[in-house]
């Protein structure tokens, strides 16, 4: 079976710190893979996604970048945090385009 | 498109009541829906899904109901249970780019015993 795992569970970092957040899937290969961040008491806002190795599409201009270095493997990366950039990160794949999103159990960050 | 609000809605129902949760949609061309359940600390956990070919989708206890003439969306639970309790979110994906999803501002449901 599919197994998707991030980590940390819990940062706090300062502001103007680097941040990177990890993100892999057991069980499938060549899974779309999706970065959302969940502001407290929000719905989810889509932040990155990508259909491949080295593809990633941006929805939201902002201090954040991500990469895949590997199919099943998805990072999410600041040079410097914002305190803006706080929230509950949450990591999604789904097998294609049309199908659904299966979750992380998120990683909470809070900027100082 | 994408839409996030200000503070969640609450639904508050008594355990054995039925629950109707409702998400209104903006995208028109938006053919695949899901509806998620978050529980606090939690990632969103997947209930039931509906393609616009449809109306109606049962599954266990849940029901969903899609009404594309005025992009309505709703999920219905028979027999609520305290493990009910939580936030639901309704996701779309548009026809236009079926790789991304777009969250409702999601509906906090509480469940007295």
């Known amino acids: 079976s599919q197994t998707i795992h991030q980590w940390p569970a819990t940062l706090v970092q300062p502001v103007g710190s680097p941040l990177s957040l990890e993100c892999t899937v057991e069980g499938t290969s060549n899974p779309n893979l999706y970065w959302y961040r969940q502001a407290a008491g929000r719905g989810l806002q889509l932040l990155f996604y990508?259909?491949?190795?080295?593809?990633i599409s941006s929805e939201v201009p902002q201090n954040l970048s991500a990469s895949r270095p590997q199919d099943r493997q998805f990072i999410l990366s600041s040079k410097k945090l914002l305190l803006s950039d706080s929230g509950f990160y949450l990591c999604?794949?789904?097998?294609?385009?049309?199908?659904?999103?299966?979750f992380g159990n998120g990683t909470r960050l809070t900027v100082t | 498109g994408e839409s996030v609000g200000l503070h969640l809605p609450t639904l508050s129902v008594q355990e054995g009541d039925n629950s109707i949760i409702n998400c209104a949609y903006s995208n028109s061309a938006s053919d695949y829906f899901i509806w998620y359940k978050q529980e606090s600390g939690k990632g969103p956990q997947f209930i039931i899904d509906i393609r616009s070919n449809m109306d109606k989708r049962q599954g266990q206890r849940v029901t969903v109901l899609l009404n594309k003439t005025v992009k309505h969306l709703s999920l219905q639970i028979a027999a609520t249970q305290p493990g009910d309790s939580a936030v639901y979110f309704c996701?779309?994906?548009?026809?236009?780019?079926?790789?991304?999803?777009?969250f409702g501002s999601g509906t906090k449901l509480n469940v007295k015993p």
């Open positions: 999604a794949w789904s097998p294609t385009g049309n199908s659904p999103l299966h």
């Open positions: 990508s259909v491949g190795i080295g593809q």
């Open positions: 996701a779309e994906n548009p026809i236009d780019n079926f790789n991304k999803f777009y």
